[in-house]
């Protein structure tokens, strides 16, 4: 009896270990005005622990390609890098950084059908909704494709050509594609912080943006929570499908904006998701 409990504790011990080494590799996107380079630190972290962790660029200069390249560009060049890692990995996990949140969310609504499924994806920081600032603080460092007025939402919608897409907000040809990608997701993670001075509103990390009827209307900014917007009230990405199935969550990681690479915090938190 003792050497068949010890067979089964063993042959447990056997296959823990298979699952473990089987779990998904992680995947690492830099933001904007950032590189591979800068996210190694944060990538030799996760290797120390035990994940296999592919730390990936944007074009030839991560740097000034993230800047000066349209995001969809970015989001097909992204798509390639992976197509070239050829994972045998049934699945990956994705951490986007800032903007690159924005590309990891475009490649899995585009992308992750045709090349590899996605099972966590981890966003840092990241403009979902958009971002607007009443004075703008960056001197010619303006991404139209996430900028979004929310006093001029109908030109918004006529001339944005990312995010108004990549959120469903109007209807086109491959608006149940991206719907159906996001609902594929085993665990959709939203990181953000209160203290964020680059992402305005920073709500904007969770899906939550200004109420644009009383910008509109009224001419006042004010947040419209996530259960009162059409993005949860239509359900245009398939985001209260993963809530109501316990596949999303969000999490504040108090800091600056550029210190998210740098917290101890988020990546003991990282390490509990992965």
Known sequence: MKTLTLLILLLG?????RSSSRSSPTILIHGIASSRE????????????NHIVYNVEIGKNGFLDSIFMNMNKQCELF?????KLNISNEKINIIGFSQGGLTSRCYVEKYSHIT?????????????DGIYYETWPYDGLIKEEYTKDPFLYEKYLEKNDYLVYLNNEKNHENSQVYKNNMKTLD????IYSKSDEVIVPYQSSFFEFYNIEKA?????LEIQCFNESQQYTRDLLGLKYLINHNKYTKHNIDCSHDKFKESEELIEFIYGIL
């Open 187 to 190: 665990l959709f993670v939203n």
């Open 79 to 83: 798509n390639l890098e992976i197509e």
């Open 13 to 17: 011990g056997f296959h823990a270990s």
């Open 38 to 49: 800068q996210l190694e630190p944060f990538a030799e972290r996760l290797r120390d622990n």
């Open 216 to 220: 509109e209307t009224l001419g006042i």
């Open 116 to 128: 590899k499924n996605v099972s966590k994806l981890i966003t840092i920081g990241t403009p979902h």
